[in-house]
């Protein structure tokens, strides 16, 4: 069976990577036995190193990188030289890379949990699911 190619935003990962919830361990498991490809682009991996750094989480060189190595693995790099036409505006521009990355990969979908990404499911091409709408489609 294929695949189904999501774009993960940034808290969907921490979720799954970071705090481990029991949430998206399912979804963790997902990538890693194949049954998902998480979608990355230059953007979206620059997000995720950024929020990796915050003080907050209190995460060195080595917690970065093995957190890095549970996931970059098994993306497949999508390189998206001009924002695909038909990108909608978006309130957070951070959101924008995921947006695009979706679009410019024609992935199978978006998965967030941000409300402003949200908002705009029922005009984008791309279906945009939340954690637990995407955790209905892995296990049906």
């Given amino acids: 069976m294929k695949p189904l190619r999501l774009v993960l935003d940034t808290n969907v990962l921490l979720s799954a990577l970071l705090f481990r919830s029991a949430a998206m361990i399912g979804l963790r498991t997902a ?14 991996v620059a997000e995720l190193l950024r929020v990796l750094h915050y003080p907050k989480f209190a995460l060195d060189t080595a917690d970065r990188e093995t957190l890095l190595a549970d996931y970059l693995p098994w993306c497949e790099t999508v390189t998206i030289p001009v924002p695909p036409p038909g990108t909608p505006d ?6 924008r890379p995921f947006l695009e990355l979706a679009l410019a990969a024609q992935a ?13 499911a029922n005009a984008f091409p791309v279906p945009i699911l939340t954690p637990a709408e995407m955790r209905t489609r892995l296990s049906g």
């Fill in 31 to 44: 990538w890693q036995t194949e049954a998902i490809r998480p979608l990355a682009s230059r953007e979206t």
């Fill in 90 to 95: 978006c309130r957070d521009p951070l959101d």
């Fill in 108 to 120: 199978d979908a978006l998965v967030t949990g941000d409300r402003d990404l949200l908002a705009l």
